[in-house]
């Protein structure tokens, strides 16, 4: 059975920062794309970072460049998301998941399996 299990969400000031991390199982997890998405109230999930099978290739969505940073850990079946200088409008429900392309995909019905999600807030 596969999974995804998100943690490190939190509540932090503006200009602050946490560390996401996602923990996979089920899965050969260096065969896979991973992705982060973003749900915010009232909006649509959108994509926010992906990471290629090998670690060595990251694409972000424009909002979040410069301030936030994909990475793995093929040994540890784990993909992070470092995010610095928070700001409220990236208060959202975070998620990660696993693509079976190998080549970059922002859009998440380019993604198989995905984790339930960690809130993340962040105040002004």
């Known amino acids: 059975q596969v999974q995804l299990a998100e943690s490190g969400g939190g509540l932090v000031q503006a200009g602050g920062s946490l560390r996401l991390s996602c923990a996979a199982s089920g899965i050969t997890f260096s065969n896979y794309r991973m992705g982060w998405f973003r749900q915010a109230p009232g909006k649509e999930r959108e994509f926010v970072a992906t990471?290629?099978?090998?670690?060595?290739?990251?694409y972000y969505a424009d909002s979040v460049k410069g301030r936030i940073t994909i990475s793995r850990d093929n040994a540890k079946n784990t993909v992070y998301l470092q995010m610095d200088d928070l700001k409220p409008e990236d208060t959202a429900i975070y998620y990660c998941?696993?693509?079976?392309?190998?080549?970059?995909?922002?859009?998440?019905?380019?993604?198989?399996?995905w984790g339930q999600g960690t809130q993340v807030t962040v105040s002004s």
């Open positions: 990471i290629n099978r090998s670690g060595d290739s990251t």
């Open positions: 998941a696993s693509s079976s392309f190998s080549l970059i995909t922002t859009t998440a019905r380019g993604y198989d399996y």
